[in-house]
């Protein structure tokens, strides 16, 4: 792969066409260099001048057009990775079959890269039986087809169908350039739960204690699970202002006691639960009804703590047999101990199955787009996780929980 991924952004003939352009942008200010290759119907919903634009590249449709280059072999065969945004059933079922009538299905039929479909259209067409076989036909030859997200579709209708956030989509393809064989199907029928983000603890109406976690490595762990095949509930606290990840079903909470209580529940029904989110140890003990103002005499109040329950430790103790169990620890090296001393023992003490470890800092961990650290299991396994993308390390965790599963299937 050369400095510049080279990219090809198929574009289907659907009204979600428009967030392609979302998607090419996302693209092109992340270094990389994309080839939009758009179906005819796809522009009547966005021109050819809009996509030239934005990727600095000519747009064709047929393989008429640049002859001499033989171009309806040559963008698929030179392409480090092809995407589908929008792909509707009607672009699924050609791909599924092999059809070949434009320069986009030429495309897909010559790329040897990493091919990632994003549907987009109504659920009737998403839950149709030839749309489930053509999809299930695409993923048995190792192509991806992500599960479309929930929400408002074309005109007043709702439901399964729609397309994936663009910031989604263009994460899920950077982790597919970096890990082409990141989002197998090895998740099917697994029921997941994933908390992420920051409780936040009231002291007044107006200010409360809270932590620097933005939610994005949770939302990084439901996104990868879900595009892996898991049903996946999310709980999420305080976060970053992050897309939905599609696919997921999300809970919303603010303090640790209400993400205690989500979890719980949902955990109730689970394969795997994991627990990123970053729950604040304590709270203050009492909330002051009104605003807790300055004295004139300059001496500031004193606020009193008391703990908050250990949300992992309850799951722990209520865990049924089978059921997986992941912490996530923020650690700092002292005098007592370095990093992996201090997770050494909170794996341990915690009895989970897997703890990831992140040594934090200024610009480590927290609010920021990358993440490392190691992770442990129970039966001694001390992994190091490089650095890369949240959806990078999401993904060494869900291979390590696939392992598991496949080793207690095959024990019983």
């Not at 970096?178 to 998740?187: E, G, I, K, V």
């Not at 370095?338 to 470890?357: E, M, P, Y």
């Given at each position: 792969m050369g400095t510049r991924p080279r990219v090809v952004l198929g574009v289907g003939g659907g009204i979600a066409a428009y967030k392609a352009c979302e998607v090419l942008r996302g693209l092109t200010e992340t270094g990389h260099d994309v080839q939009v290759v758009p179906t005819a119907a796809a522009l009547n919903f966005v021109g050819a001048a809009t996509f030239e634009a934005l990727s600095g590249n000519p747009v064709n449709t047929d393989v008429f057009s640049r002859v001499p280059e033989v171009q309806h072999v040559r963008v698929g065969q030179e392409a480090d990775l092809v995407l589908v945004v929008p792909a509707t059933a009607d672009l699924l079922a050609k791909a599924a079959h092999g059809l070949a009538d434009d320069l986009l299905t030429n495309t897909l039929l010559t790329a040897r890269c990493p091919v990632a479909f994003f549907p987009a259209m109504h659920t009737e067409m998403w839950e149709h039986p030839a749309t489930r076989d053509n999809v299930a036909l695409l993923r048995s030859r190792g192509v991806v087809v992500t599960e479309p997200d929930s929400g408002r579709l074309t005109g007043k209708d709702t439901g399964k169908g729609r397309l994936a956030h663009p910031q989604e989509i263009v994460e899920l393809a950077r982790l597919l350039l970096a890990r082409p064989d990141a989002l197998p199907r090895d998740l099917e029928g697994k029921r997941v739960v994933v908390s992420a983000g920051g409780t936040r603890e009231p002291l007044d109406p107006v200010r409360f204690l809270g932590n620097r976690s933005s939610g994005k490595q949770?939302?990084?762990?439901?996104?990868?699970?879900?595009?892996?095949?898991?049903?996946?509930?999310?709980?999420?606290?305080?976060?970053?202002?992050?897309?939905?990840?599609?696919?997921?079903?999300?809970?919303?909470?603010?303090?640790?006691?209400?993400?205690q209580a989500a979890v719980t529940t949902a955990a109730e029904a689970a394969d795997v639960v994991v627990m990123a989110a970053a729950v604040a140890d304590f709270r203050p003990a009492t909330r002051a009804e009104h605003k807790i103002k300055k004295k004139d005499d300059g001496s500031a109040p004193t606020v009193a703590l008391t703990r908050n329950p250990d949300v992992l430790a309850g799951l722990v103790e209520r865990r049924r047999p089978g059921q997986l169990m992941v912490g996530f620890a923020a650690e700092t090296g002292d005098e007592n101990g370095s990093v992996l001393d201090h997770a050494r023992a909170k794996l341990k003490r915690k009895g989970v199955d897997l703890l990831v470890v992140n040594a934090v800092g200024e610009g480590r961990a927290f609010e920021v787009d990358e993440n490392t650290g190691w992770l442990l299991s129970s039966d001694g396994l001390e992994q190091r996780i490089p650095m890369g993308s949240k959806s990078e390390l999401a993904t060494a965790v869900w291979d390590a929980v696939s392992e598991l599963v496949r080793t207690g299937e095959r024990s019983q």
């Amino acid at each position: 792969m050369g400095t510049r991924p080279r990219v090809v952004l198929g574009v289907g003939g659907g009204i979600a066409a428009y967030k392609a352009c979302e998607v090419l942008r996302g693209l092109t200010e992340t270094g990389h260099d994309v080839q939009v290759v758009p179906t005819a119907a796809a522009l009547n919903f966005v021109g050819a001048a809009t996509f030239e634009a934005l990727s600095g590249n000519p747009v064709n449709t047929d393989v008429f057009s640049r002859v001499p280059e033989v171009q309806h072999v040559r963008v698929g065969q030179e392409a480090d990775l092809v995407l589908v945004v929008p792909a509707t059933a009607d672009l699924l079922a050609k791909a599924a079959h092999g059809l070949a009538d434009d320069l986009l299905t030429n495309t897909l039929l010559t790329a040897r890269c990493p091919v990632a479909f994003f549907p987009a259209m109504h659920t009737e067409m998403w839950e149709h039986p030839a749309t489930r076989d053509n999809v299930a036909l695409l993923r048995s030859r190792g192509v991806v087809v992500t599960e479309p997200d929930s929400g408002r579709l074309t005109g007043k209708d709702t439901g399964k169908g729609r397309l994936a956030h663009p910031q989604e989509i263009v994460e899920l393809a950077r982790l597919l350039l970096a890990r082409p064989d990141a989002l197998p199907r090895d998740l099917e029928g697994k029921r997941v739960v994933v908390s992420a983000g920051g409780t936040r603890e009231p002291l007044d109406p107006v200010r409360f204690l809270g932590n620097r976690s933005s939610g994005k490595q949770g939302y990084a762990l439901a996104r990868v699970a879900a595009q892996r095949g898991a049903e996946v509930t999310l709980v999420a606290a305080h976060t970053a202002a992050l897309p939905d990840p599609a696919g997921v079903h999300l809970v919303r909470v603010s303090t640790a006691e209400e993400l205690q209580a989500a979890v719980t529940t949902a955990a109730e029904a689970a394969d795997v639960v994991v627990m990123a989110a970053a729950v604040a140890d304590f709270r203050p003990a009492t909330r002051a009804e009104h605003k807790i103002k300055k004295k004139d005499d300059g001496s500031a109040p004193t606020v009193a703590l008391t703990r908050n329950p250990d949300v992992l430790a309850g799951l722990v103790e209520r865990r049924r047999p089978g059921q997986l169990m992941v912490g996530f620890a923020a650690e700092t090296g002292d005098e007592n101990g370095s990093v992996l001393d201090h997770a050494r023992a909170k794996l341990k003490r915690k009895g989970v199955d897997l703890l990831v470890v992140n040594a934090v800092g200024e610009g480590r961990a927290f609010e920021v787009d990358e993440n490392t650290g190691w992770l442990l299991s129970s039966d001694g396994l001390e992994q190091r996780i490089p650095m890369g993308s949240k959806s990078e390390l999401a993904t060494a965790v869900w291979d390590a929980v696939s392992e598991l599963v496949r080793t207690g299937e095959r024990s019983q």
